[in-house]
């Protein structure tokens, strides 16, 4: 009966979320006196879950499932599920998580908590800790079902190294025909995405216009980090909306995001509140933002982003 962890990969590699749900599952496995079993869709290597505590992999290997889909990914799970004798299932925060979550709620009759970023505080009755209103808060959460499964929250729990090896096994799970669409899917290769970014740079309407977001991207560049932007700069069509962060487009769990020209309405800080350091470049000291932040520039970003940019490499042409 072991915990069983649904690991997320792109083009045949493990995603950064992967590891962390990986290191929950060990977690909970050392509480359960039991193993960590993975499901893997697609992935060439699978030999680094061994890294952070997972015990045997079901690699699953299938063109029909390179293209996500929700309804087909969960009935796998479930199988998965159901071979291995399973009684918790672990999952991210990603949005392809937040899909198929309350699909497998109902494929497994299970009961599903997200948001969670500690490893249960007690197993019998099984609780875990969440957050709550934007993350504002936190609550104790008792799953009862036979079945659980847990969504935890993006960059909470953090990578947890281990010992060991894992077995790979291929999972030949049964498919319904009916149920695959195949589909061309455009993605931007070449970028850090903002769901596995450590940094995040992010701009608004103080750019000015799109014709200035060049110091964003060398910003961004000479940290490793993904870029982003307010509603406004998308809604204006200054940046594609696949980079608008708030509650109402992507949320944010980075280590570091930088709000660079962003006054910082509710919506937006609420959609970034979760990141563990923010920082906050604007001309207005008064900006909502600033009361939200851990550091804040009070200056023009033309000036002060150039310099940032400068420093920056000065400092790692010395490393």
Known sequence: MSVLVYTESEQGKFKKVAFEVASYAKAVANQLGTTVTAIAMNVNDTSQLAMYGVDKVLNVTNTQLDNFNAKIYANIIKQAAEKESTKVVIIGSSANSKYLAPLLAVELNAGYASNV????????????????????????????TDVKIVGVSNNSFGLVESSGSA????????????????????????KVSIADAEIVVSAGRGLKGPENWGMIEELASVLGAATACSKPVSDLGWRPHGEHVGQTGKPVAANLYIAIGISGAIQHLAGINASKVKVVINTDSEAPFFKAADYGV????????????EKLKAFKAQQ
Do not use: W
């Open 117 to 144: 970023i500690e490893a249960p505080s007690n197993i019998s009755p099984f609780t875990v800790k969440r957050t709550a209103f934007t993350n504002k808060a936190f609550e104790f959460t008792q799953i009862n």
């Open 167 to 190: 077995t790979a096994e291929a999972f030949s799970p049964s498919l319904s025909e009916s149920g695959i669409n195949i589909e061309s899917v455009d993605k931007v290769t070449g």
């Open 298 to 309: 009070i200056g023009d970003a033309f000036e002060v982003v150039p310099r940032l940019v």
